[in-house]
């Protein structure tokens, strides 16, 4: 083989395998979303964040108007946010219960929570 000729082959070489290098790094900056499970066309993801002073115990859900809760999520402290996982039905729309470590408790009826996001608990 010939000098120009080794030349060439080797950057070729070295071509590919800088190619190859910088393709492995793209795919793993930019993974490829998971597929969707069925149980995440079952429930909606929100973000909690407690504004209370008191420490949150537990948040409950339920499909608006009916009695059977769900629990949500659990302790969360007072100025801290998490994320609930949350049943979606037929029309997003979910009751919440909320018990705190004061004592307290809280209610909220009709959320629409596949357009709100995000739940901010409030004295």
């Keep these: 083989m010939t ?3 080794l ?3 080797l950057a070729a070489a070295l071509s590919g395998l800088v190619a190859t290098t910088a393709l492995a790094a793209a795919m793993k900056a930019n993974p ?3 597929p969707k499970s069925q ?3 079952n429930t909606v993801t929100v973000m909690v964040t407690n504004s209370r002073k008191a420490d949150l115990v537990q948040l409950q859900a339920a499909e608006s108007g009916s009695v059977a809760w769900k629990k949500v ?7 801290a946010r998490a994320t609930a996982v ?5 029309d997003c729309r979910v009751d919440l219960h909320g018990t ?6 809280m209610d909220a009826s009709d959320v629409e929570v596949c357009k709100e996001k995000t739940l901010n608990l409030t004295e």
């Design 32 to 34: 490829k979303p998971a």
């Design 3 to 5: 000098k120009p000729i």
């Design 100 to 105: 705190f470590a004061d004592g307290q408790a």
């Design 7 to 9: 030349v060439v082959a």
């Design 86 to 90: 949350l049943p979606r039905n037929f």
């Design 73 to 79: 999520l659990g302790p969360l402290k007072a100025g």
């Design 39 to 41: 149980d995440d066309a």
